[in-house]
């Protein structure tokens, strides 16, 4: 069923009005909603790993900022069951979709690498309970090995935490066309 449910999104989230409307109504950031969503691209989100092994994010779309192709990449995981590691897979994803743009000789043009925003969009029965940090599944360790413990943070978007009431007046794309 998850595998059905997995399919729909991916379908759904190909939209890119459906990738804006997911951003302006669930995500409160003025620079975000301040980006011109008409130039937002999908791309590959299927990577070979250093040890060949192949890993496939759900969706990564690109959009422009300030009119020039910095990238902002939107890396979008659909879930519907609760993972405790997902901070580690979002940090895996990221680690392999930076690799790929490193490759593909897609980095900023100063060879700095283009910021992603890790989104998780989640729509399981039960409550979400697993960290959106993935330094919290490390304990705190004394002294000095605690500043190199890898921090990298994800946002949650649970539709279990949204009334009927509260989607239905926000913005959709039926409403803007």
């Known amino acids: 069923m998850s595998k059905i449910h997995d399919s729909s999104y991916k379908f759904l989230f190909s939209n890119p009005e459906l990738v804006r409307d997911l951003i302006m109504g669930f995500i409160p950031d003025d620079w975000l909603h301040s980006l011109d969503y008409s130039t937002l691209e999908k791309v590959p989100g299927s990577y070979i790993s250093e040890d060949f092994k192949q890993r496939e994010d759900d969706i990564v779309w690109r959009v422009k900022v300030g009119g020039a192709w ?19 897979r979002m940090m895996v994803y990221i680690g392999l979709l930076y690799q790929d743009l490193i490759k593909r000789k897609e980095v900023l043009a100063d060879g700095r690498l283009p910021p992603i925003l890790p989104i998780v969009l989640y729509n399981g029965k039960q409550r979400w309970t697993s960290v959106t940090d993935v330094a919290e599944l ?4 004394p002294g000095l090995v605690e500043q190199f413990k890898p921090r990298l943070k994800y946002l949650l978007i649970d539709e279990n935490t949204y009334s009927d009431t509260e989607l239905a007046s926000l913005r959709n794309a039926h409403e803007i066309t």
């Open 70 to 88: 910095v990238y902002l990449y939107l890396l979008l995981e659909f879930q519907s069951s609760v993972d405790k590691y997902m901070a580690l």
């Open 138 to 141: 490390i304990p705190v360790v």
